[in-house]
């Protein structure tokens, strides 16, 4: 499935490697979880126990990158790299009425 197939289906977790000042200043999405970057490693097994899709984002899709690359390493199998927050939400909100 596709990113936007995954939105679609309305059935997945949302996961922000943002640091938590970072969702202070810039703002959030509604029911996402905040799990830094660098506290991906160590809450591995929480991430890898969700049994629905996971959607990992930040500020630009960088470092949600990487803990998605590290995650796929460590036996994810559905995840999605959702970009930047901002971009993620825009697509959140605009499909909100197809549900």
């Known amino acids: 499935m596709s990113l936007i197939e995954v939105i679609q289906s309305g059935n997945y977790e949302l996961i922000d ?3 938590p000042m970072e969702l202070e200043m810039d703002g959030n999405i ?3 979880k905040n799990i ?3 506290e991906v490693e160590d809450r591995k097994e929480e991430i890898l126990s ?3 899709p996971v959607i990992l984002f930040c500020r ?3 470092r949600s990158g990487k ?3 590290y995650l796929n390493g460590q036996g994810l199998k559905d995840g999605y790299n959702g970009g930047g927050w901002a971009e993620l939400k825009a697509v959140l909100e605009s499909n909100q009425g197809t549900f």
Do not use: F, Q, T
Request: no cysteine.
């Open 67 to 69: 803990a998605l690359e």
């Open 17 to 19: 490697v943002r640091e």
């Open 50 to 52: 969700i049994e629905k």
């Open 60 to 62: 630009s899709g960088n």
């Open 30 to 32: 509604d029911g996402a």
């Open 36 to 38: 830094p970057l660098g």
